[in-house]
């Protein structure tokens, strides 16, 4: 439809222990190779290593792809930026910083790094950003923490507090 050769969508179900159920559905397609892309893989993928190109320029709709592609909002906004080095999310970072006049963190996750924003600062995140522009990702503009978990850490809290308040008589 938009004029752009894909191979037939591949869907499958993994399987995998780390999620609930032991698997997970995927599907994906593969565009035909196409010159006119060439330029975007040497611009991100130079040597063949994935790149934040140090003439990236921050905008509103850039932030919201990278958000809808890797964001997720648990408790706080975290981009899973696995595939760039500290340094480029450090530099993402500091764009992001500016631009919002926030702190955002890189945090080392599992076998990469991420990009964190507090939940403190999620208005001003998605004030920047804008209303989720499809259905199926409206649940990326709300905290996905359960209302189980949420009611579970304030009990904790308020033991906390409560033996902290009683160990002081």
Same mark, same amino acid.
């Given at each position: 439809?938009?004029?752009?050769?894909?191979?037939?969508?591949?869907?499958?179900?993994?399987?995998?222990?780390?999620?609930?159920?032991?698997?997970?559905?995927?599907?994906?397609?593969?565009?035909?190779?196409?010159?006119?892309?060439?330029?975007?893989?040497?611009?991100?993928?130079?040597?063949?290593?994935?790149?934040? @190109? *140090?003439?990236?320029?921050?905008?509103?709709?850039? &932030?919201?792809?990278?958000? !809808?592609?890797?964001?997720?909002?648990? #408790? %706080?906004?975290?981009?899973?930026?696995?595939?760039? @080095? *500290?340094?480029?999310?450090?530099?993402?970072?500091? &764009?992001?910083?500016?631009? !919002?006049?926030?702190?955002?963190?890189? #945090? %080392?996750?599992?076998?990469?790094?991420?990009?964190?924003?507090?939940?403190?600062?999620?208005?001003?995140?998605?004030?920047?950003?804008?209303?989720?522009?499809?259905?199926?990702?409206?649940?990326?503009?709300?905290?996905?923490?359960?209302?189980?978990?949420?009611?579970?850490?304030?009990?904790?809290?308020?033991?906390?507090?409560?033996?902290?308040?009683?160990?002081?008589?």
């Amino acid at each position: 439809k938009m004029g752009i050769e894909c191979s037939p969508i591949i869907s499958r179900i993994i399987k995998n222990n780390r999620y609930k159920n032991g698997e997970y559905f995927q599907s994906f397609l593969q565009t035909k190779r196409y010159e006119t892309f060439e330029s975007f893989r040497d611009l991100w993928y130079p040597k063949g290593k994935k790149i934040i @190109s *140090r003439d990236f320029s921050l905008t509103k709709d850039s &932030l919201l792809q990278a958000y !809808l592609c890797d964001g997720n909002f648990y #408790r %706080e906004i975290r981009f899973c930026l696995d595939a760039f @080095s *500290r340094n480029d999310l450090i530099f993402l970072k500091n &764009l992001i910083d500016k631009k !919002l006049g926030i702190n955002s963190k890189v #945090r %080392e996750a599992g076998s990469g790094f991420h990009l964190v924003i507090n939940k403190s600062d999620s208005k001003i995140f998605f004030d920047y950003i804008g209303e989720c522009p499809v259905s199926c990702y409206k649940y990326k503009w709300k905290d996905n923490e359960s209302e189980e978990m949420k009611i579970k850490k304030r009990l904790k809290a308020r033991e906390v507090y409560k033996i902290k308040k009683d160990g002081k008589k």
